[in-house]
């Protein structure tokens, strides 16, 4: 293509692969057996030993014990399959490198000619910029085009904030090919760094987010420019990555991550740190190394479904009493071990974190006699870590611990919605257009049968299939794994909302999430949908059916248990019918088998482990009364057939005007 013509006509990236750019990748490694990243061109890794000399070497520079890097590599690799990649390693595997090594990462990538460097990391360490300054320089010089993440902070960091380097900072962008632009702005570009499915260690995959996984989509942008522009300058390419952006502008629903700065130590250069993945939003973007206490039920999710959350378990701990001290905390809960003993006491437990989770402890409160939910959160706060409390921490009754956190500087959080926020929301009416996007809800016949385990693993699933997925939580640890909106209206409820404004409230949420454009929403509800016994106090089921009616489910799927009475689960899937206008798509049931016990005066469900003959012949039954497909829980091809359902119904001809793809967004 002729440069001159080319510099500000419209480019049909499809066209081009990348072939013959070569592409180096600053950072923690490139694992080159990843099957969704092709051959490795080569390797080489600095670091700076003992003595303060910078050394350089070959043995580990096709290693990642961090992931980043495969991360980074893999999308570049999405985006130009047919680029060379080189992988230059400088971080360690806490993602810190000295400055003095990135330095002389960028020499070697000038020295060796390349023609795009991904630099998904950054430093404010003063004394590196003039340095960083010459070498961009001379990059620039013989025509390298430097590409860097944003500081998530929003502090000027280096190289991204360099006149010489191509800025990227994330925000929510659909497209493979998608970016925005922005000339004026010394962090230029804006490309796709929420929440995507990226190649990690062992040949892995998991969901990251952050301005360090935007990145590398700009540097595949930039090396398909190259290769439709091989006479190009570095002028030339920087005004083609403009003419074919997306409008101009920050593009809607967008954030400005927040990264974790590497820290450097008293007396010691300042190092260089990668940017840790973020939550969705922000909102709890202080959570980078978080400990758990007690881990209860509701903790689980957070070990099973880990790699959808956006931060690091450093710790467990939980009450010698229940039996799991000493014991892996995944393998607890029938998971491949991970590595993680369950201690006793929560300060050994918490000693790596900066976060403190606390779930339920009412009932270890009431056995220990206390308020052991002030005396958790004080530990925490005497070790200067945050808190994110499951229960209530309401500031009339713990507004001493409020005001110490912020005298500290340290977040101290729970699940909940201001009340001021609904009134607003039913003063002004309806915000927005109707929801638009197919509206997924799963709803239950009762408490602890596995609801949010079905969710997060639709979650996963259908974001594997490159389908971007909106979601409305009830549970407490919903904002944990960054949720679009929480609404905890299940165990130990913090709302104060009178049931009849739930419908207009999450018909509200529901919208504000819509404008993002997702091609799902998922909704999960709590407990039963039904009262089981009328007469029962306990079986008040109202808020389950506002609930419904406020999502306004397209379609849904209704989780039973192996012991429900078949009267009862039809009686519910009349009731989701009837009041949610609703369809249901299959049921889905838990491999345990729950059975209820009356111990001095209170009832108790003891769960029991199904064994497959008995999962499968109870799935049978259930398909031959209520004629809808039934499937395991937790079993790798019930969470398939769920989700080949679910695809199927909405794509289906009926729902035409939803048609989605299966294409990577």
């Not at 001159?4 to 990748?25: C, H, L, M, Q, Y």
């Not at 070498?135 to 860097?148: F, G, N, S, T, Y």
């Not at 976060?355 to 939910?373: E, F, N, P, S, W």
Request: hydrophobic share 40%.
């Amino acid at each position: 293509m002729n440069t001159a013509a080319a510099d500000n006509a419209t480019i049909n990236f499809s066209d081009w692969t990348g072939r013959g750019v070569k592409v180096a990748v600053i950072d923690s490694g490139i694992d080159p057996r990843h099957p969704k990243i092709s051959r490795v061109k080569d390797g080489v890794e600095f670091a700076v030993n003992s003595r303060g000399k910078v050394i350089r070497g070959v043995g580990m520079a096709l290693v990642d014990r961090a992931g980043h890097g495969t991360a980074c590599a893999g999308i570049i690799h999405r985006i130009a399959p047919a680029a060379e990649l080189y992988s230059v390693r400088v971080f360690d595997e806490s993602l810190c490198a000295d400055g003095r090594a990135l330095l002389e990462a960028l020499h070697w990538a000038i020295e060796y000619g390349m023609d795009v460097v991904n630099l998904s990391l950054g430093t404010t360490d003063p004394s590196l910029k003039g340095p960083m300054e010459a070498l961009c320089r001379e990059a620039l010089k013989q025509r390298i085009i430097l590409v860097a993440a944003a500081d998530n902070d929003g502090q000027d960091s280096f190289p991204a904030i360099l006149p010489e380097v191509i800025g990227v900072r994330g925000g929510q962008v659909q497209g493979l090919h998608g970016y925005y632009y922005r000339r004026d702005d010394p962090i230029e570009c804006t490309a796709r760094g929420d929440a995507q499915r990226v190649c990690w260690m062992d040949r892995t995959e998991v969901m990251r987010q952050g301005n360090s996984f935007a990145a590398p989509h700009i540097t595949g942008i930039v090396a398909l420019l190259r290769e439709a522009l091989p006479d190009g300058s570095p002028a030339v390419v920087r005004t083609a990555l403009a003419a074919n952006a997306l409008e101009c502008g920050q593009p809607s629903g967008s954030r400005e991550g927040s990264p974790v700065e590497g820290r450097g130590e008293p007396g010691k250069r300042e190092r260089v740190s990668s940017e840790r993945p973020t939550t969705e939003g922000g909102a709890l973007d202080w959570i980078h190394r978080a400990a758990l206490y007690p881990f209860n039920k509701e903790m689980h999710a957070l070990v099973r479904f880990r790699d959808l959350a956006p931060f690091v378990l450093v710790g467990v701990a939980d009450p010698v009493g229940k039996g799991l001290v000493g014991k892996d905390a995944a393998a607890v809960i029938g998971e491949e071990p991970m590595g993680l003993e369950i201690c006793a006491r929560i300060e050994r437990a918490a000693e790596d974190a900066d976060t403190l989770i606390i779930g339920y402890v009412d009932q270890l409160a009431r056995i220990a006699k206390k308020d052991l939910l002030r005396d958790c959160i004080e530990k925490a706060l005497d070790r200067g870590q945050h808190v994110f409390s499951f229960g209530p921490v309401r500031p009339e009754q713990y507004g001493d611990l409020h005001r110490r956190a912020a005298d500290r500087g340290l977040k101290l959080v729970y699940p909940h919605v201001n009340e001021r926020e609904v009134l607003a929301v039913l003063k002004r009416g309806p915000a927005g257009d109707p929801v638009d996007a197919p509206v997924l809800g799963v709803f239950g016949t009762s408490a602890s049968q596995g609801k949010f385990t079905v969710q997060l693993n639709l979650r996963r699933q259908l974001q594997a299939l490159g389908l971007r997925v909106g979601q409305l939580g009830t549970e407490p640890h919903a904002e944990l794994f960054a949720m679009d909106a929480c609404f905890p209206m299940g165990y130990a409820s913090p709302l104060r909302i009178p049931l009849q404004h739930y419908p207009a409230y999450l018909d509200a949420q529901m919208r504000t999430i819509n404008k993002k454009r997702p091609d799902i929403i998922l909704a999960g509800s709590q407990s039963g949908t039904i009262p089981y016994d009328i007469h029962h106090p306990q079986t008040y089921s109202m808020s389950s059916l506002a609930f419904l009616m406020g999502i306004r489910a397209d379609a849904c799927v209704l989780v039973v248990n192996s012991v429900d009475a078949h009267d009862y689960i039809q009686d519910t899937l009349d009731a989701l019918r009837g009041v949610g206008k609703t369809r249901v798509l299959a049921l889905a049931m838990s491999d345990k088998e729950k059975h209820r016990r009356e111990v001095m005066g209170r009832a108790l469900h003891v769960p029991r482990q199904m064994q497959a003959g008995e999962i499968e012949a109870r799935l049978v039954e259930l398909e031959r009364r209520f004629g809808l497909p039934a499937v395991a829980i937790l079993a790798e091809e019930g969470q398939q057939r769920l989700v080949d359902l679910i695809v199927e119904y909405f794509a289906s001809e009926e729902k035409e005007e939803l048609a989605w793809t299966k294409q990577s967004a």
